[in-house]
């Protein structure tokens, strides 16, 4: 073999080993299917948490709220000031089950049972705080009903009026009372305020 030959297949030689190298690498550079999976699963959306609370988590003490179909509308005692009626106006449990009470009522003044408002409903007074009120079968719980002359009130279309309507605390249903009095037929003046419910028949005195 000449010294020419013995080059070229050297030269052979080194371009096999290069290429064999390389083909290594490349195979060497491929991710493991194990690294891949890990990288997918750290991005999967975190399973829902469980509620801080749920309805089934409330209290028991609260109880069963009254609703308008338990109770029975009365008034109470009344006593007047200057410019102002002081009315209370008692709800009764006539169901058979004890029930709850919380909040303030809802009151304004309407045309008849079922009939239409007249006037702005009543405002929220904040002179006592709210409580929980149980009411047993029979008994009562009341609020006060503060009844602002009409007259007083500038710009009032005054209008006479027979009956109350009343909502109790968390209720859409209504009870309703006879009461006469004169009401601004306008929303832009409330002439009534009402407390939150409380146990008893109450007192207009306070």
């Known amino acids: 073999m000449t010294l020419r030959n013995q080059s070229a297949l050297r030269l052979a030689a080194i371009a096999a080993l290069a290429v064999t190298g390389s083909l290594l690498a490349a195979c060497g550079s491929t991710t493991a299917p194990g690294a891949s999976a890990a990288s997918s699963a750290a991005v999967q959306p975190s399973s829902p948490t469980t509620p801080a609370s749920s309805p089934a988590s409330v209290s028991p003490s609260a109880g069963t709220g009254c609703l308008a179909s338990d109770l029975q509308a009365q008034l109470g005692t009344s006593q007047g000031t200057a410019g102002t009626i002081y009315q209370v106006i008692v709800l009764v449990n006539t169901s058979s089950s004890t029930c709850t009470l919380y909040g303030y009522p809802g009151v304004s003044f309407v045309t008849g049972v079922g009939g239409a408002q007249i006037g702005a409903p009543a405002s929220k007074s904040a002179t006592q705080a709210s409580s929980l009120v149980s009411l047993a079968p029979g008994a009562k719980a009341n609020a006060l009903l503060a009844v602002h002359d009409a007259g007083a009130f500038p710009n ?34 409330p002439t009534m305020s009402v407390t939150t419910v409380a146990a008893g028949a109450g007192s207009a005195s306070g």
């Open 156 to 189: 009032c279309k005054v209008t006479g009026t027979s009956w109350l309507r009343i909502y109790p605390p968390g209720d859409y249903g209504s009870v309703y009372v006879q009461y006469k009095t004169q009401a601004c037929a306008n929303m832009a003046n």
